[in-house]
């Protein structure tokens, strides 16, 4: 197993008190596995992204187990995580125009990260980025190197990105949000070349999008801070077993953009609860006990007393 999540929970301290962003996330990614999570905003998605590179400040308090290859990464040195993140696992993170320093050129700033790593030197590493930008679909490389990244729009930022992401040859790549606030034809795009360029690696793909989620072969539904399905893509779109996940799919343009009734309320959360259960359809006196994540038809899993 490549990674492997285990009960891991992320809580922090807020003027109004402790908050627990994640909750009892279990999760593995296999070799060569692409894996979508998808939930609305605010349900702990880019959360759960940052604290399996251990990226959260010191605020955070992280419990749980993130193990990299067999290798816990909550007990690891310094020197160890500047190695893995890199090389090891690779993030795109989710704001593309704030994410390159901006006044170095972007081409700069992919060549520091494959010197870093290690990967190559000076002209050599260069040539690298250049080639990378190329791979992303850039038909003029050399201009984009060195352009600073006020210059680039959204989607070209976020292919910048890509590119840098994946010069490194990590082996595991989080891609936030790759597709947010893009028109449907350079959404189509950026998954196509995501795709390309991670071939041969794993992928987490955090998204709201599911029509990005699609293309990746499981997929975990967030709510609330915790898994609520998880599954082989096709198996949970076709057969969803949690109501939060049928009212995720209805409420996609393709299938009447009906909207999810209600809406989510912490207080669901601390009484201990299914945390769906007060916009639930099906909800009853059982759902006021918390329910496990189990089997879900031998393929997956899924948290409903209901399923
Ligand atoms: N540094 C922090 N301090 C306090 N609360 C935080 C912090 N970072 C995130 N949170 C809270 O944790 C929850 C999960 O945030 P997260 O960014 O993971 O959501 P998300 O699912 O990625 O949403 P989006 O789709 O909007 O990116 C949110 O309620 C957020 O306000
Ligand atoms: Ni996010």
Redesign the pocket.
Same mark, same amino acid.
């Given at each position: 197993m490549l990674l492997s999540i285990r009960d891991l929970s992320?809580t922090? @301290?807020?003027l109004q008190g402790p908050?627990k962003?994640?909750e009892g996330i279990d999760l593995d990614v296999d070799e060569r596995d692409t894996l979508a999570i998808v939930?609305?905003?605010?349900?702990?998605?880019?959360?759960?992204?940052?604290a399996t590179m251990r990226l959260?400040?010191d605020?955070?308090i992280v419990r749980g187990s993130v193990k990299f290859k067999g290798k816990e990464i909550y007990s690891m040195k310094k020197d160890e995580l500047l190695k893995l993140r890199g090389k090891a696992i690779s993030l795109v993170p989710?704001s593309p125009s704030t994410s390159f320093n901006p006044v170095i050129k972007i081409g700069d700033q992919i060549k520091v990260l494959i010197e870093k790593d290690g990967i190559a030197k000076g002209s050599a590493a260069r040539q690298r980025a250049i080639d990378f930008l190329g791979k992303a679909g850039f038909p003029d490389p050399v201009a984009i190197y060195e352009s600073y990244p006020h210059r680039l729009s959204g989607g070209m930022c976020e292919r910048a990105l890509i590119a840098m992401a994946v010069s490194v040859e990590p082996e595991l790549i989080i891609a @936030?949000?790759p597709t947010?606030g893009l028109d449907a034809i350079s959404r189509k795009n950026i998954l196509a070349m995501l795709h390309k360029m991670a071939e041969g690696a794993s992928m987490i793909m955090?998204t709201?999008d599911i029509k990005a989620a699609v293309t990746c072969k499981r997929m975990a539904v967030?709510y609330s801070?915790e898994i609520v399905e998880e599954g082989i893509t096709a198996s949970v779109i076709n057969k969803p077993k949690h109501f939060y996940t049928v009212g995720l799919l209805e409420a996609q343009p393709s299938r009447g953009m009906k909207p999810i009734k209600g809406r989510h309320s912490l207080l669901s959360r601390m009484d201990g609860g299914c945390r769906f259960r007060n916009r639930c359809d099906a909800a009853d006196s059982v759902c006021k006990t918390h329910p496990l994540l189990r089997e879900r038809d031998g393929n997956g899993r899924v948290r409903c007393h209901h399923a």
């Open positions: 992320v922090f @301290d807020t908050f962003a994640i939930g609305e905003s605010g349900c702990g998605k880019s959360v759960l992204g940052h959260l400040d605020i955070a989710q @936030d949000e947010k955090i709201h967030m801070g």
